[in-house]
């Protein structure tokens, strides 16, 4: 009866004027997070964006920055420094008109050992996110990862990754992402109507914004601060290891068109891959750094080494999304070919140095 309750007053709420729209992102201080809050901001300049961040891996200078580079005025919305579990979600929803609420926090760092920390961290929550949302009428989109998959029948074959082969992870970050999915899939069957409900398979990231993912940093941002530092690239042997890398302009377009903020005004419920839809060798990777820095492999050679036991047991030698089900679903497609945005990066980066 709660939920009917909440469904009475949404309602109700929409037949009056509509006040600004609010938009809620949890990890909104992070690299993906930062970067959404400031593409909502670009969009449409009287909303206002409220950020939860507990500030593990995230940091004010991302939102800051996010707003200078897109050319917006500074950041004046509301940032609550808290862990993502003890948000009031239902208060918070039913208080203000909320456009979408954006779920992205999460422990991001997949060399992490504490399985029990990771996965009471990335998914305690989303039952609570879940039904605070659909009591209010707001549609979540959240985060989720290729490393469901863990590897694949398709990763032997050089063939996209279909939405149906998750659900094997190679490492407890995985497992815990695939866990946030099975929530959503339970919580569904259990709504009766189809909530508005959409997760992202996140596949590998780059752009402007993750200086500070440390470790976690794409293969594009370090192999390029490496030769700007005047250091030999370094790959794993034989280097023809492969990603779908995905610029960052993509992925935020993609999470803002899973709300219904682009392309479909209503997009389809349910699991999609967030992509490139294309596989890049950490050798073309090398290579394009090299071709936007001007720096030759006879000046830097490459070096190649073994990779050690404990990262072999779970790495994925190659990932590539399958996007046929975007266009339809989603209204969505990716704007940007890998190559041309890792080269438009790294002469980013480049310019951030100064030479």
């Not at 979540?140 to 998959?149: F, I, K, Q, R, W």
Request: aromatic residues 10%; charged residues 20%.
């Amino acid at each position: 009866m709660k939920t009917h309750r909440h469904e009475r007053s949404r309602t109700a709420s929409r037949s009056k004027p509509r006040a600004r729209q609010r938009f809620l992102i949890t990890g909104g201080a992070g690299f993906v997070g930062s970067n959404l809050a400031a593409a909502l901001t670009a969009r449409d300049p009287s909303c206002e964006i409220i950020i939860v961040d507990d500030f593990r891996s995230g940091s004010y200078a991302n939102i800051v920055e996010a707003y200078a580079r897109a050319g917006l005025p500074a950041f004046s919305g509301v940032v609550l420094p808290i862990s993502i579990e003890d948000l009031e979600y239902e208060a918070l929803l039913d208080a203000a008109d909320f456009g979408a609420v954006f779920h992205l926090a999460a422990i991001t760092d997949t060399t992490v050992k504490d399985e029990a920390e990771m996965i009471a961290v990335n998914t305690t929550p989303m039952m609570a996110i879940m039904q605070a949302c659909v009591a209010a009428g707001v549609p979540l989109v959240y985060a989720s990862s290729a490393a469901t998959y863990g590897t694949p029948r398709e990763a032997a074959d050089r063939k996209p990754f279909a939405l149906a082969s998750a659900g094997s992870p190679n490492n407890v970050y995985g497992f815990s992402k695939w866990l946030l999915e099975c929530e959503h899939r339970r919580f569904a069957q259990s709504c009766g109507a189809q909530p508005q409900i959409v997760g992202l398979r996140y596949f590998n990231v780059f752009g402007p914004g993750e200086s500070r993912k440390g470790k976690m940093a794409s293969m594009v941002y370090q192999l390029a601060q490496h030769m700007l530092d005047g250091k030999r690239p370094k790959l794993f042997a034989p280097g023809d290891q492969s990603r779908d890398q995905v610029y960052i302009d993509d992925i935020v377009s993609c999470t803002m068109a899973a709300a219904g903020l682009l392309g479909k005004n209503a997009p389809v419920p349910g699991v999609y891959n967030a992509g490139s839809g294309v596989a890049t060798s950490f050798n073309e990777i090398v290579a394009g750094v090299r071709s936007a820095l001007g720096i030759s492999e006879k000046e830097l050679p490459t070096e190649y080494f073994e990779m050690p036991a404990d990262i072999r047991v779970f790495y994925q030698d190659w990932t590539c999304s399958d996007l046929s089900a975007n266009k339809a679903g989603l209204g969505w497609e990716p704007a940007h070919k890998p190559r041309v945005a890792i080269e438009r990066y790294a002469a980013f980066l480049r310019a951030q140095r100064g030479s």
